[in-house]
């Protein structure tokens, strides 16, 4: 079992940055690969960015170039940093954990809401 709790979440304007959370509990951090995934209201939940467990990192092309997602294994926190913010990036964000081992085990975080004015 794994438990996430997001953090870092607020409201901000257009351009500017926030830094989110996702800490980890339950089991050894670095054998999961950890993402971040997005639901707009009214829309589908979307894939914003994912780290592995050796460190590589694929983004949505939304989020290209202005987001970066990271992990500290030492913490058992994976970050993503968003830059330039845009009112289509409003979002509850969550965080998502995915352990491989004889099957696959999917956890989610509760989420934490981001919010860009323009």
């Known amino acids: 079992q794994v438990q996430l709790a997001e953090s870092g979440g607020g409201l901000v304007q257009a351009g500017d940055s926030l830094r989110l959370s996702c800490a980890a509990s339950?089991?050894?951090?670095?054998?999961?690969?950890m993402g971040w995934f997005r639901q707009a209201p009214g829309k589908e939940r979307e894939f914003v960015a994912a780290i592995s467990r050796d460190g590589g990192s694929t983004y949505a092309d939304s989020v290209k170039g202005r987001f970066t997602i990271s992990r500290e294994n030492a913490k058992n926190t994976v970050y993503l940093l968003m830059n330039s913010l845009k009112p289509e990036d409003t979002a509850v964000y969550y965080c998502?954990?995915?352990?491989?081992?004889?099957?696959?085990?999917?956890?989610w975080g509760q989420g934490t809401q981001v919010t860009v004015s323009s």
């Open positions: 339950g089991r050894t951090f670095s054998s999961l690969k």
């Open positions: 998502k954990a995915t352990l491989r081992v004889e099957l696959t085990y999917i956890y």
